[in-house]
């Protein structure tokens, strides 16, 4: 049940969360710009992205059963103080002219680990501090505060390089840390209610710490959600990876860089919406409808070599994201007991972080040896109705792998609504999270303090 002030705590934190990511947004830009400015290999970049996202992956098991261990609030503390001293000791070496890059791979791990901490935590908090009519509009924001960063980080770090240096930009980011911590030092979040669940789940750690496994695999609607998720994620992480080639066959940098910020907007647009809104009244529609509507739109960005087309098509897509995302979290929310949430919610994100590491090595060579030659002038695919539709040349073999993603996430949808337990997840799995009474949610007026939206 949520608690009462607990709109109010959510917005304070949620409006620190949003400054912390713009600031390490601007750090993760600033910094990975400086190693390849230093270095020129394209492998030492990849392999920062690498050390920021694998110990997540290890770590998330027994992280989740620890912030169900421990008070959450102190979690997140924590875990953003540890990364701000992180964070300080990069901008310590860097201004004594000694970081290398093994410092900022040490770095991004020990922020990768930190993080496995914080998500879940923050994760499920959400649940103790919104109504669950709210659950929605929360993950709608929490979105929308990604995407912000995503848009605005790239262009304050690229000012700020020119006018107070690469060390400036993580001193500002040291800030947003501190703000942060000191937006959870003046609220509270209470103690989740102990469920039947979780005394049956009380153990060791290392059997805690599988239980969020478990519980998700005793019960074939949220098994199929894992499942249908880590699909898509390996799916737009391959498209991901190649948009960039993509887009360049055809338009230059500053081109490239617009059409991006675009989409961008798109997703800000989509979390603004989704806040506001809080998504369908059934929940599994719109992770369905709008998956199909990403899918249909990553056909477009494909389909022609035409920057109109590709950055409508991209607002499309990015505009949809937060409805799927914000309609799977609600259902999370209301179907897994609060005091088990954390393990639960980890072993979700480690799901999600490990099919993108797999998409990343493979997108590469199948687009090399497979798709871009079938493409080519002479390609076997070139003097087909297929190649009369997509182009031939430069990108074309791009192309097409993100027609085929499109169409295949779309397949992937209508499948996933035919699979009766994913479908009638909200039905068939009981609700472990009340609804509060109303003197508890505030006002109820139109831009009251209380209301997310």
């Given at each position: 049940?949520?608690?009462?002030?607990?709109?109010?705590?959510?917005?304070?934190?949620?409006?620190?969360?949003?400054?912390?990511?713009?600031?390490?947004?601007?750090?993760?830009?600033?910094?990975?710009?400086?190693?390849?400015?230093r270095t020129g290999s394209a492998t030492q970049f990849a392999m920062i992205a690498l050390a920021a996202t694998l110990p997540a992956v290890l770590v998330s098991p027994v992280?989740?059963?620890?912030?169900?261990?421990?008070?959450?609030?102190?979690?997140?503390?924590?875990?953003?103080?540890?990364?701000?001293?992180?964070?300080?000791?990069?901008?310590?070496?860097?201004?004594?002219?000694?970081?290398?890059?093994?410092?900022?791979?040490?770095?991004?791990?020990?922020?990768?680990?930190?993080?496995?901490?914080?998500?879940?935590?923050?994760?499920?908090?959400?649940?103790?501090?919104?109504?669950?009519?709210?659950?929605?509009?929360?993950?709608?924001?929490?979105?929308?505060?990604?995407?912000?960063?995503?848009?605005?980080?790239?262009?304050?770090?690229?000012?700020?390089?020119?006018?107070?240096?690469?060390?400036?930009?993580?001193?500002?980011?040291?800030?947003?840390?501190?703000?942060?911590?000191?937006?959870?030092?003046?609220?509270?979040?209470?103690?989740?209610?102990?469920?039947?669940?979780?005394?049956?789940?009380?153990?060791?750690?290392?059997?805690?710490?599988?239980?969020?496994?478990?519980?998700?695999?005793?019960?074939?609607?949220?098994?199929?959600?894992?499942?249908?998720?880590?699909?898509?994620?390996?799916?737009?992480?391959?498209?991901?990876?190649?948009?960039?080639?993509?887009?360049?066959?055809?338009?230059?940098?500053?081109?490239?860089?617009?059409?991006?910020?675009?989409?961008?907007?798109?997703?800000?647009?989509?979390?603004?919406?989704?806040?506001?809104?809080?998504?369908?009244?059934?929940?599994?529609?719109?992770?369905?409808?709008?998956?199909?509507?990403?899918?249909?739109?990553?056909?477009?960005?494909?389909?022609?070599?035409?920057?109109?087309?590709?950055?409508?098509?991209?607002?499309?897509?990015?505009?949809?994201?937060?409805?799927?995302?914000?309609?799977?979290?609600?259902?999370?929310?209301?179907?897994?007991?609060?005091?088990?949430?954390?393990?639960?919610?980890?072993?979700?994100?480690?799901?999600?972080?490990?099919?993108?590491?797999?998409?990343?090595?493979?997108?590469?060579?199948?687009?090399?040896?497979?798709?871009?030659?079938?493409?080519?002038?002479?390609?076997?695919?070139?003097?087909?109705?297929?190649?009369?539709?997509?182009?031939?040349?430069?990108?074309?073999?791009?192309?097409?792998?993100?027609?085929?993603?499109?169409?295949?996430?779309?397949?992937?949808?209508?499948?996933?609504?035919?699979?009766?337990?994913?479908?009638?997840?909200?039905?068939?799995?009981?609700?472990?999270?009340?609804?509060?009474?109303?003197?508890?949610?505030?006002?109820?007026?139109?831009?009251?303090?209380?209301?997310?939206?």
């Open positions: 049940m949520a608690a009462r002030g607990g709109l109010r705590t959510f917005t304070i934190i949620w409006a620190g969360q949003l400054l912390s990511l713009v600031g390490s947004g601007m750090t993760s830009f600033a910094l990975g710009v400086w190693v390849f400015q992280a989740g059963a620890l912030v169900d261990r421990w008070d959450r609030r102190r979690v997140m503390i924590l875990a953003d103080t540890f990364a701000a001293l992180a964070t300080l000791i990069v901008a310590a070496l860097l201004w004594a002219g000694r970081l290398e890059v093994w410092h900022i791979l040490l770095v991004s791990a020990l922020g990768s680990t930190f993080g496995a901490f914080q998500g879940p935590a923050w994760q499920a908090s959400v649940t103790l501090l919104v109504p669950k009519e709210h659950f929605g509009r929360a993950s709608g924001l929490a979105q929308m505060a990604r995407a912000a960063a995503h848009v605005l980080s790239p262009l304050a770090a690229g000012v700020l390089m020119v006018t107070i240096g690469v060390h400036g930009v993580i001193l500002i980011d040291f800030a947003t840390f501190l703000f942060a911590v000191g937006t959870l030092l003046v609220v509270s979040i209470p103690r989740p209610e102990v469920s039947a669940a979780g005394v049956a789940a009380r153990g060791s750690l290392w059997s805690e710490s599988a239980q969020g496994w478990r519980y998700i695999s005793a019960r074939a609607g949220l098994l199929g959600m894992l499942i249908l998720f880590a699909a898509l994620n390996f799916i737009l992480g391959m498209v991901n990876a190649l948009s960039a080639p993509m887009l360049l066959s055809f338009t230059t940098p500053e081109r490239l860089g617009f059409i991006v910020s675009v989409g961008g907007v798109g997703m800000l647009v989509g979390g603004a919406v989704m806040g506001v809104w809080g998504g369908p009244r059934r929940r599994i529609h719109g992770v369905l409808g709008f998956m199909a509507v990403v899918g249909a739109a990553l056909a477009l960005v494909g389909l022609r070599p035409s920057e109109p087309l590709v950055a409508a098509a991209l607002f499309g897509a990015l505009v949809c994201v937060p409805v799927v995302n914000g309609s799977s979290q609600a259902i999370w929310q209301s179907k897994v007991p609060p005091d088990l949430q954390g393990r639960v919610f980890a072993t979700r994100a480690m799901f999600a972080m490990a099919a993108m590491p797999l998409a990343y090595l493979l997108s590469g060579p199948l687009a090399d040896h497979v798709f871009i030659p079938l493409l080519a002038p002479g390609g076997r695919l070139a003097p087909t109705a297929l190649g009369r539709l997509l182009g031939v040349g430069p990108g074309r073999g791009i192309g097409l792998m993100f027609v085929l993603a499109g169409m295949l996430v779309i397949l992937i949808s209508l499948a996933a609504y035919f699979y009766r337990p994913l479908r009638r997840v909200e039905i068939d799995l009981p609700d472990t999270v009340e609804i509060e009474l109303p003197d508890a949610v505030g006002s109820g007026l139109p831009g009251a303090v209380e209301d997310p939206a």
